[in-house]
Nanobody, 112 residues
Framework: VQFVESGGGLVEPGGSLRLSCVAS????????MNWYRQAPGKERELVAF????????VYADSVKGRFTISRDNDKNTVYLQMNNVKPDDTAVYYC??????WGQGTQVTVSS
């Protein structure tokens, strides 16, 4: 099982980023996928998850209305569109399928 996250970077408050995660080593289309994040000195937290078909998603209250999770089962890829970002969104972002397999993550820094 492997996850390769990308798309992070430095963005100003109010800006946007689109994160991607390419997965391999399992049947992607059969698995609910999650995005997590971990800020410095804090526990890793669940940001959003999406159903296998992509027609149902749940978000943490802190990102609801600003972030959108989506997936492309043909490309084994899950996305996280981040809009109107805030300094509190600064963290390393990871995708995950609900077990102990983790990628390197992608760093998102929100700062002016």
């Amino acid at each position: 099982v492997q996850f390769v996250e990308s798309g992070g970077g430095l963005v100003e408050p109010g800006g946007s980023l689109r994160l991607s995660c390419v997965a391999s080593g399992f049947t992607f289309s059969n698995i609910v996928m999650n995005w997590y994040r971990q800020a410095p000195g804090k526990e890793r937290e669940l940001v959003a998850f999406i159903s296998t078909s992509g027609d149902y998603a749940v978000y943490a209250d802190s990102v609801k209305g600003r972030f959108t999770i989506s997936r492309d089962n043909d490309k084994n890829t899950v996305y996280l569109q981040m809009n109107n970002v805030k300094p509190d969104d600064t963290a390393v972002y990871y995708c995950n399928k609900g077990d102990d397999n983790w990628g390197q993550g992608t760093q998102v820094t929100v700062s002016s």
